[in-house]
Antibody
Framework: QVHLVQSGAEMRRPGASVKVSCKASGYTFTNYGITWVRQAPGQGLEWVGTISSYYDNTYMAENLQDRVTMTRDSSTDTAYIEVTSLRFDDTAIYYC??????????????????WGKGTAVTVSS | IQMTQSPSTLSASVGDSVTITCRASQTISHYLAWYQQKPGRAPQLLISKASTLESGVPSRFSGSGSGTEFTLTIDSLQPEDFATYFCQHYNNFPYTFGQGTKLDI
């Protein structure tokens, strides 16, 4: 059975950094992408970024690309997202999700078929 | 690419059929997914590639559309279907979500 287990809730001061982990099990980790999505309190879903299958290419939301790093470690089947220079409006639940894909003309189009339970990140002074 | 869902909220009763619309600001072929989210829970994939039902999702859910206009239809609403629904395009990066449609009783 496919599972994504995320690390626990975090609280940080503005300007600090946070790193969230997402451990996968039940499937071949490198065959799928990992997408990160966040949801601010009472708000909708915001795509943060995707790390591709096989080649670990990263694609990020333009408003976050200067402060977000996504990585994956195939030796431990774990993905990570790090957000630096935290701001109050980074307060959100951060979800990781497995990126299954549709393949068309040499391009993988990733959709999110299995989700972690989310990690609450609170930025507070 | 902007994704616009309508309506933002929808009131219905058990047994009703409802349709949610999602419009893309430019063509996204059929790379459109629908997710259901219940309060305090992670989203759950319902449909990918505009109309492919995810394994385990009841057949009362269906999706259609291509290009810029898409619909999610739920037939014969069940109590567990009252939730928030999001569309999301995955045609090219950056991916974007619709703002959500809250379906309540």
């Amino acid at each position: 059975q496919v599972h994504l287990v995320q690390s626990g809730a975090e609280m940080r001061r503005p300007g600090a950094s946070v790193k969230v982990s997402c451990k996968a099990s039940g499937y071949t980790f490198t065959n799928y992408g990992i997408t990160w999505v966040r949801q601010a309190p009472g708000q909708g879903l915001e795509w943060v970024g995707t790390i591709s299958s096989y080649y670990d290419n990263t694609y990020m939301a333009e408003n976050l690309q200067d402060r977000v790093t996504m990585t994956r470690d195939s030796s431990t089947d774990t993905a990570y997202i790090e957000v630096t220079s935290l701001r109050f409006d980074d307060t959100a639940i951060y979800y990781c999700a497995r990126g299954s894909w549709n393949y068309d003309a040499g391009v993988r189009h990733y959709y999110m078929d299995v989700w972690g339970k989310g990690t609450a990140v609170t930025v507070s002074s | 690419i902007q994704m616009t869902q309508s309506p933002s909220t929808l009131s219905a009763s058990v047994g009703d059929s409802v349709t949610i619309t999602c419009r893309a600001s430019q063509t996204i072929s059929h790379y459109l997914a629908w997710y259901q989210q219940k309060p305090g829970r992670a989203p759950q994939l319902l449909i990918s590639k505009a109309s492919t039902l995810e394994s385990g999702v009841p057949s009362r859910f269906s999706g259609s559309g291509s290009g810029t206009e898409f619909t999610l239809t739920i037939d014969s609403l069940q109590p567990e279907d009252f939730a928030t629904y999001f569309c999301q395009h995955y045609n090219n990066f950056p991916y974007t979500f619709g703002q959500g449609t809250k379906l309540d009783i």
